[in-house]
């Protein structure tokens, strides 16, 4: 009786080569996903770079106000200047005419001002 169980259950392990071809398959899956993941982040940086221009210290800058924040009679947009740039996460803080901000900002939460 021990027989046809230890056969029972010997028959249902899948082989040592077989866990092994699986293991490799996933980790391949893995490299390759990694491997598209960083070229998709790249094409996003440049497509980026193409529609968000560069920022720099002392350009002006229009950031727009929530609507929940501003009356009827205010301006959408409050006119800042950059005096910092955190280079680590690319955040920039921002002075306007009340004082400095308190948050910093990332590049695509405000627009270049030509003229100001």
């Known amino acids: ?3 046809i169980i230890d056969q029972h259950v010997s028959n249902h392990e899948p082989p040592v080569e077989q ?3 699986n ?4 980790l391949g899956i893995r490299v390759n996903v990694r491997v ?4 998709q982040a790249d094409n996003m940086k ?3 770079k193409r529609y968000i221009p560069e920022a720099s210290i002392g350009d002006c800058i229009a950031l727009p ?3 929940i924040d501003k009356g009827l009679t205010e301006a959408p947009n ?3 200047r950059i005096i910092y740039i955190d280079y680590s996460k690319y955040f920039f803080e921002l002075p306007c005419e009340a004082g400095v901000l308190n948050t910093l900002f990332a ?3 405000f627009d270049l001002v030509k003229y100001c």
């Open 107 to 109: 590049r695509n939460s």
């Open 23 to 26: 293991a490799n398959s996933l």
């Open 19 to 21: 866990i092994i071809n």
């Open 78 to 80: 409050l006119i800042c």
């Open 65 to 67: 106000v929530p609507d």
């Open 36 to 39: 598209n993941q960083e070229r």
């Open 46 to 48: 440049t497509r980026s």
């Open 1 to 3: 009786m021990n027989d």
